[in-house]
């Protein structure tokens, strides 16, 4: 007996949103499908106490060794991928049919003089057209009753039918024009069976043609001004478009496909494909992988494609495989491919319909494996620890870098330029000491000095924290009074905890930067490196040549997602400030002039051209703008005429 809190997810990791869900045993055997509205909700309600389960719901996650999950963009294909499953892998815990029926299928029967539309279970019979599965008998039901309005196929069972007819009666479906009733004579037996015809045929999936002749009939209904006959034809048109709900996950065709999907960054990619054959999901694979430097999307579609079909031959290829990116050209691969089925395959980017909705199916479980991938490898204390000893040994340090900070400068060519501080505590990120730096010493573009700068503005902080909490006053504070990383009335102080290991974002001259900027206050208790992109070298003060760490190893691991944290904490703030400076205008230099006047000069003269040539009293005009105000705008903008507008393509000045 397992305890399911040794496979129970970490909190976050399982998606809020639709999808199905898999219990497998020590043998990965899957033991139970089921569906969800709400992945988190649902997948939460298994790992309580076990005594508050019913006791089959007990037994099976005791049974139980490991849960994963697919996730869906609607209900309605969780349903439909949960059928998929559960005729698939035939899971002990499952025990939805106790009568050992099969799941249900939409029949017509087109062996018989009046072909019948009915549920049907069991084997497959000849000359009987099936539609389906379908998880459930009442969607069956839902589905034909919207669409006997618009066909009005025979229902009855052939008693009920025999009675009809002897009577000469039709039953209360022929009344109300849901029945075409052929038990009475109303249509004859080959009408019935073309209605039937066409029944079948937009169960197929051959709907578009039918659909636009229906709505040609309402507009010529409504153009003889027929409206009662435009009216139910709306009607009908309406009930079918009901019926043609859309999934994702179930394609209408009868497709036999391979959708490849892929979720990358800078440093990995997680590769997911979903097996579709005869229309419907019949298995996923998935797998995540490092990314190689120079390696495209469409290098790494090859690559799954290779991996995936390498040992494949005959109908194991389908004939369709659907992936996000093409390689250049993709002839050679479409013909390997070609090959190992015997036949041609179609190897394409999908561009509308069905398929591009799968694939967006596809590419979200693809990102959520990545993300999964990626809270696994981060959160792991045993892989945690064992990166910070890796960085350890690597780096020659006296102990392990409980505390990493991290640098990095951005700038818009030599505009805007800022940098960015991100902290990681025992292997995680520590948000709550992000800190953002705007460089002030200079202008222009220069890397080096900046990181100097901000290195020295972050280490002249944390020495006056020392100051003001004693710590020069005496090596070791007294038990009774010891250094508080807070201030008296309890917010923490920033800046006040040391690292123990900078990491600088480039290689030897901001390294060398960074740590000429702590000698210079003094500081010889953190140890530095930096992390060049290029190679994903790690390079050290006063040394001429690198650190490699292997590609797989969980120190450089570490050491790329906090250099990668860092970008992005710099890249974001440098953007902030590039859109706040391109929105900035002639207004903004007005002296108490706020946000919600300006919209309203604005609204009222409609540019600032014409706020321009106003006069003081049609500007006192505008609502809530006084007459001091009013000067106070005139003399601005006076002040700050603009440059004359100049089309660069000709050279012609447009305005004065």
Known sequence: MADPSTYRPRPGEIPDSPGVYRFRDDHRRVIYVGKAKSLRQRLSSYFQDLTGLHPRTASMVTTAASVEWTVVSTEVEALQLEYSWIKEYDPRFNVKYR??????????????????????????????????????????????????????????????????????????LGYIDKCSAPCTGRVTAEEHRALAEEFCDFMAGRTGAYLRRLEQQMREASEAMEYERAGRLRDDIEALRR?????????????????????????????????????????????????????????????????????????????????????????????????????RVSLRVPQRGDKRDLMATVQRNAQQALALHKTKRASDLTTRSRALEEITEALALDSAPLRIECFDVSHLQGEDVVASMVVFEDGLARKSEYRRFQIKGFSGQDDVRAMHEVVSRRFRRYLREREKTGEWAVEEPEED????????????????????????????????????AMDELGIDDVA??????????????????????????????????????????????????????????????????GETRKKALLKHFGSVKRLRTATVEEICEVPGVGRRTAETVVAALAGARSAPAVNTATGEILED
């Open 99 to 172: 009568d050992d029926k099969s799941y249900p299928s939409l029949a017509v029967t087109m062996n018989e003089e009046f072909p019948r539309a009915q549920v049907m279970r069991g084997p497959k019979r000849k000359g009987v057209r099936y539609f389906g599965p379908y998880a459930h008998a009442w969607a069956i039901r839902e589905t034909v009753d919207l669409l006997l309005r618009v066909f009005p196929v025979r229902t009855c069972s052939a008693g009920v039918f025999k009675r009809a007819r002897d009577v000469g009666r039709p039953c209360l």
């Open 243 to 343: 019926a043609l709900e859309k999934n994702a996950v179930v394609l209408a065709d009868a497709t036999d496909a391979d959708l490849i999907a892929l979720a990358e960054d800078e440093l990995e990619a997680a590769v997911q494909i979903f097996h579709v054959r005869g229309g419907r999901v019949r298995g996923q694979r998935g797998w995540v992988t490092d990314r190689v430097e120079h390696v495209t999307t469409a290098d790494l579609v090859e690559s799954a494609l290779q991996q995936l079909y390498g040992e494949e031959r005959g109908e194991s290829v389908p004939k369709e495989v659907l992936v996000p990116a093409l390689p250049e050209p993709p002839e050679p691969l479409a013909e390997w491919l070609g090959e190992r089925r015997g036949a």
């Open 481 to 516: 009074t010891p250094a508080s990383p807070r201030t008296e009335d309890g917010r923490p102080r920033r800046f006040a905890y040391p690292p123990q290991l900078v990491v600088v974002d480039g290689g030897q001259p901001q390294v060398a930067a960074a740590r000429r």
């Open 528 to 593: 530095v490196c930096g992390l060049a992109k290029r190679l994903e070298e790690v390079w050290l003060p006063g040394e001429d040549d690198p650190v490699i760490l292997p590609r797989s190893s969980e120190g450089l691991y570490l050491l790329q997602r906090v250099r990668d944290e860092a970008h992005r904490f710099a890249i974001r703030y440098q953007r902030g400030k590039r859109s706040q400076s391109i929105r900035r205008g002639p207004l903004d230099a007005v002296p108490g002039l």
